[in-house]
T-cell receptor, first 111, second 115 residues
Framework: QKEVEQNSGPLSVPEGAIASLNCTYSDRGSQSFFWYRQYSGKSPELIMSIYSNGDKEDGRFTAQLNKASQYVSLLIRDSQPSDSATYLCAVTETGANNLFFGTGTRLTVIP | NAGVTQTPKFQVLKTGQSMTLQCAQDMNHNSMYWYRQDPGMGLRLIYYSASEGTTDKGEVPNGYNVSRLNKREFSLRLESAAPSQTSVYFC??????????????FGNGTRLTVT
């Protein structure tokens, strides 16, 4: 059984701070990694995808991947109240196009 | 461009009733998926279809059937609903990306309650 582990939170940060969200996964062969944001009562929306070790930056978001440690993270700089949501880590199954999701980390940004 | 469209948005069933959840995408994606989301359990894959004409079981297929009607449409059927199937159901689709897994695009979800 593939596992994707996230700290469920809630994680609270003040407005303007950096929010750090972490995820570990069990499938060593996974090649693709995604972060989704889900507002309450809404569907998940893609924030970042990362495929290679290292950092990938997009605006205020930075995804970090370390395949040797089976670890992927998301940093949100200059956090805004509108960033308050649940963040889902998703990892592909080796040899397939299926995504396994973590249970999500609930982030609250305090104005 | 509507993306992924699911119907209905809400549904209440009695135990033992059947229903079909409909999903259609207009992005010309090959792969389509059905997930369920329960509190504390995250998104779990029920069935997926890698391409038109193929379907495969995911993590939690028991109690469900699917049909990939054509490239656009992928339906999920509950033959005899049970309270354990009370959940939010999401349909998603993805495009082939030349070797890398492409991200999923989700519909707005169907909130199903079985009493």
């Amino acid at each position: 059984q593939k596992e994707v582990e996230q700290n469920s939170g809630p994680l609270s940060v003040p407005e303007g701070a950096i929010a750090s969200l972490n995820c570990t996964y069990s499938d060593r062969g996974s090649q693709s990694f995604f972060w989704y944001r889900q507002y309450s009562g809404k569907s998940p929306e893609l924030i970042m995808s990362i495929y290679s070790n290292g950092d990938k930056e997009d605006g205020r978001f930075t995804a970090q991947l370390n395949k040797a440690s089976q670890y992927v993270s998301l940093l949100i700089r200059d956090s805004q109240p509108s960033d308050s949501a649940t963040y889902l880590c998703a990892v592909t199954e080796t040899g397939a196009n299926n995504l396994f999701f973590g249970t999500g980390t609930r982030l609250t940004v305090i104005p | 461009n509507a993306g992924v469209t699911q119907t209905p948005k809400f549904q209440v069933l009695k135990t033992g009733q059947s229903m079909t959840l409909q999903c259609a995408q207009d992005m010309n994606h090959n792969s389509m998926y059905w997930y369920r989301q329960d509190p504390g359990m995250g998104l779990r894959l029920i069935y997926y279809s890698a391409s038109e004409g193929t379907t495969d079981k995911g993590e939690v297929p028991n109690g469900y059937n699917v049909s990939r009607l054509n490239k656009r449409e992928f339906s999920l059927r509950l033959e005899s609903a049970a309270p354990s199937q009370t959940s939010v159901y999401f349909c998603a689709s993805s495009a082939p990306s030349g070797g890398r897994n492409s991200p999923l695009h989700f519909g707005n979800g169907t909130r199903l309650t079985v009493t």
